[in-house]
């Protein structure tokens, strides 16, 4: 029996997770939602799909198996308690929520529900991020830096407090698969007002790593978006997919490049997940997102109130 999914957004965002459920046979899409009624009907006219124009009626007309949130957080509105409150297992992508305050309520619900959940950040996905940590062992990393430095065409973001939540998001969550849990954040803001252009954000981790995140909206000319982690000897370097690894020691300098197909593992661990109703199964649950989350606005909370935020969270697996 296929599995029956829903999509709320059929955009940019949607396509990569579209491709890869077409590839598989046990799944049926039964309804799209997108507010672009003519990029909707494209969408379904493959797969014999119904159209909706809001989440709610499709919700509860199509009753879907499985619901893919693929709209930006400031249009997701409600539908993650609806999905809650009909059982609906949900994939979204990161960040997951539009603030903390409702990141927090989701979880809540989501681990009363015993709800399978996924947040599409990609660390426990990628065929280099793991050859990353192997490289690394048990090493602690002495010292992480990261830049999220993007050309003002290429993001919506008006202040670096916003650029951090909805983007730099995911520089956040690799640095905690590779350097485990935070134990305090200071953010100092770049720029006048109180929504400034830049943003520099140290993190001290639980194992002694200190890490240091730089991101702003400022325009430039290119972009830099990267994650190093350096130790005695060496570094290793990543960029935002991450698409590739590069590994520089005192004698060689090697460049690994990923050949995962991000959004196959993804939907692939998701509806194993779904078809067995084993939310463990999922590694970038709902639950470990929050931990990247609380992170996120720990770094808010810094830069407004000029003074460190200490942090206790569990270490990631």
Request: proline share 6%; with cysteine; glycine share 6%.
């Amino acid at each position: 029996m296929s599995l029956r999914i829903a999509f709320y957004g059929v955009g940019d965002r949607a396509r990569p997770y579209l491709d890869a459920l077409a590839r598989r046979r046990e799944v049926e899409l039964c309804a799209v939602c997108d507010i672009d009624r003519r990029s909707a009907e494209q969408t379904a006219a493959g797969w014999g799909a119904q159209v909706f124009l809001s989440y709610e009626p499709m919700l509860q007309q199509a009753q879907p198996d499985a619901l893919w949130i693929c709209v930006p957080p400031h249009l997701q509105g409600d539908v993650l308690l609806r999905a809650v409150q009909q059982r609906i297992p949900f994939f979204i992508e990161a960040p997951g929520a539009m603030n903390f305050d409702r990141a927090r309520q989701y979880a809540r619900l989501v681990s009363e529900a015993r709800l399978v959940s996924a947040v599409g950040f990609p660390a426990h996905h990628v065929d280099i991020t793991r050859e990353g940590r192997e490289y690394l062992g048990t090493n602690v990393v002495p010292l992480a830096l990261g830049w999220w430095l993007r050309p003002a065409h290429a993001t919506s973001a008006t202040s670096a407090l916003a650029l951090l939540w909805n983007e730099a998001c995911h520089l956040v969550d690799l640095l905690r698969y590779f350097c485990g849990a935070v134990a305090s954040v200071q953010a100092c803001p770049a720029g006048p007002g109180e929504e400034p252009g830049g943003l520099v954000v140290q993190l001290r981790f639980v194992r002694g790593t200190v890490g240091v995140l730089t991101l702003a909206t400022f325009p430039r000319p290119e972009q830099r978006v990267e994650l190093e982690l350096l130790g005695e000897g060496w570094t290793l370097t990543l960029d935002e997919g991450p698409t590739w690894l590069r590994v520089a020691e005192h004698d060689k300098t090697t460049t690994l490049r990923s050949l995962t197909d991000l959004a196959s593992e993804q939907v692939g661990a998701f509806l194993q997940a779904v078809a067995t109703g084993d939310p463990s199964l999922v590694p970038s649950s709902y639950a470990d997102a929050l931990a990247t989350l609380t992170i996120c606005d720990a770094a808010v909370r810094s830069a407004r109130e000029a003074t460190a935020i200490n942090l206790t969270e569990p270490e990631r697996s």
